[in-house]
């Protein structure tokens, strides 16, 4: 390594704490909903596959509203975006820190 340059790794794994500090910051204070979301959202998912799976984790039928609240307020912190009919992590340096979290 060349004196003051930082490895490809080096600079990754400091975006990854980075990233992992700014997700536990977020969820501080919030719905344990948010993280079983996030965990399902690691791979995709699709609006069914986010309210049963939440539905699951709590033994017990949401409303649309509430997953709609839930998602929104993700992708307003640009965490969670959507494409096509799927909603995912919004970067890969926010999906590796997932794996921390």
């Known amino acids: 390594m060349i004196e003051g340059k930082q490895s490809i790794e080096e600079v990754l794994e400091s975006a990854t704490a980075l990233a992992l500090n700014e997700l536990r910051n977020f969820l501080v204070n919030r719905s344990p909903r948010y993280r079983v979301l996030l965990r399902e959202l690691f791979v995709k998912g699709g609006w069914r596959e986010l309210k049963a799976v939440l ?13 709609y609240v839930l998602l929104r307020e993700l992708m307003d912190h640009g965490i969670v975006e ?5 909603y995912v992590i919004a ?11």
């Open 91 to 101: 970067d890969p340096i926010l999906r590796k820190a997932m794996l921390k979290l």
């Open 82 to 86: 959507r494409l096509n009919e799927e």
């Open 55 to 67: 539905e699951a984790a709590e033994d017990k039928s949401i409303n649309d509203k509430s997953l």
